[in-house]
């Protein structure tokens, strides 16, 4: 359970840890927070990259996380030799 008054620091807090995390779980609930505290409007009037990690975390959340190769290699269970070669 999160300990801070709803503001718009809190959802800065929340917002950056999703991203970073990347968590489909987390995303869930700071999303969840944000719009249970109705944070939306703050955001909508605060900097530009609180904007984007907010429209990042709505689209996340409907999508769920995005798979680049290397994410997609390991869920493979393995590099099936994709290591840099040393020369």
């Known amino acids: 359970m999160l300990k801070f008054e709803p503001s718009l620091h809190a959802a800065y807090l929340l917002l950056t840890c ?6 489909p779980q ?11 505290h109705h944070l939306g409007n703050l955001i909508d009037g605060a900097s530009a990259r609180l904007r984007d990690d907010l429209a990042w975390l709505e689209q996340f959340t ?3 996380p995005c798979l680049d190769w290397r994410t997609w290699l390991g869920a493979q269970g ?10």
């Open 26 to 36: 987390q995303a869930a609930l700071a999303l969840e927070y944000i719009s249970t």
């Open 18 to 23: 999703a991203r970073d995390l990347q968590s």
């Open 78 to 87: 393995g590099d099936h030799g994709c290591r840099p070669r040393n020369h």
């Open 62 to 64: 409907q999508d769920g």
